[in-house]
């Protein structure tokens, strides 16, 4: 047959012309009776028994929720150019949701198409749409999906609120965690050792204040190079996530409003961590923003009052003739205080060797201040006294029934009694032994700990980087240095270097009076002895 014939043989409604429109979408392809095969082969046989001519067959992987297709467009375009003939051609597909999901535009997409003279229909719900009250139908079978869609996706929500406030975490572990299947194939989220290591560093440096967040961050990005999780919008976001102290937040619906629950997982840091972060992070505490660029030239910076007119002083660089840099520390006010950066830190760490005895003092040292203690703890060591003779006198006592009984001068019954009631005696009287010489061990113990860490902390510190240089500032000095040009002064050091620095004056003879730092000491020690005395030895001695 000729083109020729067959346009006559359309014109005279002898013939119809059918383009073909399927649609697959990979979430559907499961189906039976929407893969691609399965709607071709329906459109043909339709197609073959009523004896129309397929022209084009259009084959769409899309969601049907708008008509924006790359098939589709490209469709329309087509009868576009066809739009000048005088006669109606079809678009078939097998349903009306491979058509549309959406009632509206479906309704608006089937005028544009009468303009273009196409009738579309759905070959297994035919519809005639000349006849108005087929609309309703129309809107059924294009709502039927959708309501199913619906529903599917509210199951989904109420799933997964039900989920929540059981406390259970859904979808993707956050930053720090992974997600986990349990022995009875539940799911659950598990903290990450290497990320949730990294972030409770973070969480914690916060806290210490003395960086920034974005110098936070940029140390984080160095420590989690390798773990792609970390990038800038992930931690700053997770910073400010209640989930990492084991929290999970419901947010409102209708009546109810957004709450918090207790999360089933394991809290990456306990709350008062996560609250004195946020609290930070508000800005509610006093803030140190050094900037980056000369951290490591400027170690003191945050810490360093005006000795004028008491503000903290600013650190800066300026070059040199020769392209060199020059660091100084300087007021912002009008006082125009300004000291290099250099001779500022090296009198810093002189000062600083100068509180802290050598390594070699350490076993000395130990020793003098366990003396001390056990001065105070006199009273101890006479009760353990008690405690040993009496149960010398008891073991006696057994070994003397022991001989009677073999010698017939104890009969077995009453050695039995004895033996119990000796027996019960001597264990409750180890037990408070026990007690009491742990006591003892526990001080020895935190001691040593204690004051080994800080006796090597000014070589720690200048062996240190910027943040370890900072931290031990920070733990040694709870508040800000005065620089005067010559030497550095604060009113008030952590109690156990005044305690270390005082034992070292009397060891080493260094008249009472001067110290590095120009405290006054008196204070201090009082209320140390008192820490002492209460057994809370903890307190002062560890470091971090
Ligand atoms: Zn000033």
């Known amino acids: 047959?000729?083109?020729?014939?067959?346009?006559?043989?359309?014109?005279?409604?002898?013939?119809?012309?059918?383009?073909?429109?399927?649609?697959?979408?990979?979430?559907?392809?499961?189906?039976?009776?929407?893969?691609?095969?399965?709607?071709?082969?329906?459109?043909?046989?339709?197609?073959?028994?009523?004896?129309?001519?397929?022209?084009?067959?259009?084959?769409?992987?899309?969601?049907?929720?708008?008509?924006?297709?790359?098939?589709?467009?490209?469709?329309?375009?087509?009868?576009?150019?066809?739009?000048?003939?005088?006669?109606?051609?079809?678009?078939?597909?097998?349903?009306?949701?491979?058509?549309?999901?959406?009632?509206?535009?479906?309704?608006?997409?089937?005028?544009?198409?009468?303009?273009?003279?196409?009738?579309?229909?759905g070959i297994e719900q035919p519809l005639d749409l000349s006849v108005p009250e087929n609309k309703m139908m129309l809107a059924f079978y294009l709502a039927a999906p959708e309501v199913e869609n619906d529903r599917r996706a509210l199951n989904v929500f109420h799933g997964m609120r039900r989920a929540k406030k059981e406390g259970r975490w859904m979808g993707t572990a956050p930053l720090g965690y992974t997600n986990q299947i349990g022995e009875d194939k539940r799911k659950f989220i598990a903290i990450h050792e290497v990320e949730g290591a990294i972030l409770r560093w973070a969480f914690q440096q916060i806290v210490d204040n003395n960086f920034n967040t974005e110098q936070i961050w940029k140390m984080v990005r160095q420590k989690a190079a390798g773990y792609p999780r970390f990038s800038k919008n992930n931690f700053w976001v997770a910073i400010r996530n209640p989930l990492y102290c084991g929290k999970i937040f419901i947010p409102p619906f209708k009546d109810e409003n957004g709450h918090f629950v207790r999360g089933q997982h394991e809290a990456l840091i306990p709350e008062m961590l996560f609250n004195e972060a946020q609290q930070v992070l508000d800005g509610r505490k006093r803030v140190i923003k050094p900037k980056i660029v000369s951290m490591e030239n400027l170690p003191l910076r945050g810490f360093l009052k005006c000795?004028?007119?008491?503000?903290?002083?600013?650190?800066?660089?300026?070059?040199?003739?020769?392209?060199?840099?020059?660091?100084?520390?300087?007021?912002?006010?009008?006082?125009?205080?300004?000291?290099?950066?250099?001779?500022?830190?090296?009198?810093?760490?002189?000062?600083?060797?100068?509180?802290?005895?050598?390594?070699?003092?350490?076993?000395?040292?130990?020793?003098s201040v366990v003396e001390d203690f056990k001065n105070q703890t006199k009273k101890q060591d006479s009760e353990r006294r008690q405690i040993i003779s009496q149960l010398e006198q008891l073991n006696t006592r057994m070994q003397n029934a022991r001989i009677q009984k073999v010698d017939g001068l104890l009969d077995d019954d009453d050695f039995q009694m004895l033996k119990q009631d000796t027996n019960a005696k001597i264990e409750k009287l180890e037990a408070e032994l026990g007690n009491l010489s742990d006591k003892h061990k526990e001080i020895n113990f935190?001691?040593?700990?204690?004051?080994?860490?800080?006796?090597?902390?000014?070589?720690?510190?200048?062996?240190?980087?910027?943040?370890?240089?900072?931290?031990?500032?920070?733990?040694?000095?709870?508040?800000?240095?005065?620089?005067?040009?010559?030497?550095?002064?604060?009113?008030?050091?952590?109690?156990?270097?005044?305690?270390?620095?005082?034992?070292?004056?009397?060891?080493?003879?260094?008249?009472?009076?001067?110290?590095?730092?120009?405290?006054?000491?008196?204070?201090?020690?009082?209320?140390?002895?008192?820490?002492l005395r209460t057994h809370r030895l903890r307190v002062c001695c560890s470091t971090n």
Request: with cysteine.
């Open 307 to 367: 000795p004028q007119c008491g503000r903290m002083l600013t650190g800066s660089a300026s070059k040199g003739k020769m392209g060199n840099y020059y660091y100084y520390y300087h007021c912002s006010g009008e006082c125009k205080v300004r000291f290099k950066a250099e001779n500022t830190n090296k009198v810093f760490v002189e000062q600083l060797s100068e509180l802290i005895p050598k390594p070699g003092m350490i076993e000395v040292y130990i020793l």
């Open 1 to 121: 047959m000729g083109k020729y014939l067959i346009s006559n043989l359309v014109k005279k409604n002898i013939m119809k012309i059918a383009d073909l429109y399927i649609r697959v979408s990979t979430d559907e392809q499961a189906d039976k009776g929407y893969s691609q095969r399965d709607q071709e082969e329906r459109l043909m046989r339709y197609c073959e028994l009523k004896g129309y001519t397929v022209r084009n067959i259009y084959i769409e992987d899309y969601s049907a929720k708008t008509f924006n297709r790359p098939q589709w467009t490209k469709l329309i375009a087509g009868l576009r150019k066809q739009r000048n003939n005088k006669y109606t051609t079809l678009l078939l597909f097998t349903k009306w949701d491979r058509f549309s999901r959406n009632i509206s535009q479906a309704y608006q997409t089937i005028d544009l198409l009468n303009t273009l003279r196409v009738e579309p229909q």
């Open 446 to 531: 935190l001691l040593e700990k204690g004051l080994k860490k800080l006796l090597g902390l000014d070589l720690r510190y200048v062996n240190g980087t910027v943040e370890e240089k900072r931290e031990i500032v920070s733990s040694m000095f709870p508040e800000n240095l005065v620089f005067d040009g010559v030497q550095h002064r604060t009113p008030r050091l952590n109690s156990a270097v005044v305690l270390i620095y005082q034992k070292n004056s009397e060891l080493e003879g260094i008249k009472k009076g001067t110290n590095p730092f120009e405290l006054d000491l008196s204070q201090e020690v009082t209320q140390l002895r008192l820490e």
